[in-house]
Nanobody
Framework: QVQLVESGGGLVQAGGSLRLSCAAS????????MGWFRQAPGKEREFVGR????????YYQDSVKGRFTISRDNTKNTVYLQMNSLKPEDTAVYYC????????????????????WGQGTQVTVSS
């Protein structure tokens, strides 16, 4: 079992930045690929990006490429989502998730790839 707790959400003006953290406990953190998803009101939960177990490989949804950066510190059991140049359309609840399965990079863009989820943290971007 892996417990995930997100933090760092809040209200920010368009063009601003936020850094989300996701702290993991319960199992060896470096055994899990990590993903970030988001869900806006009335919409499906969507993939934001993911990072490999070592942190050496990342992949992002097109709409956040160049603005968002995922990193991880396996010594602190934490994954981060640095969000810059925020837009009102980035407003959502952001979730981190952990995947134990070894699979193709494309597979990790799907919610079904992940075994554990955090409770989410709200990000609101005002115009």
């Amino acid at each position: 079992q892996v417990q995930l707790v997100e933090s760092g959400g809040g209200l920010v003006q368009a063009g601003g930045s936020l850094r989300l953290s996701c702290a993991a406990s319960g199992r060896t953190f470096s055994n899990y690929a990590m993903g970030w998803f988001r869900q806006a009101p009335g919409k499906e939960r969507e993939f934001v990006g993911r990072i490999s177990r070592s942190g050496g490989n990342t992949y992002y949804q097109d709409s956040v490429k160049g603005r968002f950066t995922i990193s991880r510190d396996n010594t602190k059991n934490t994954v981060y989502l640095q969000m810059n140049s925020l837009k009102p359309e980035d407003t959502a609840v952001y979730y981190c998730a952990a995947a134990s399965t070894y699979a193709s990079a494309r597979y990790y863009q799907q919610k079904e790839a992940y075994d554990y989820w955090g409770q989410g943290t709200q990000v609101t971007v005002s115009s």
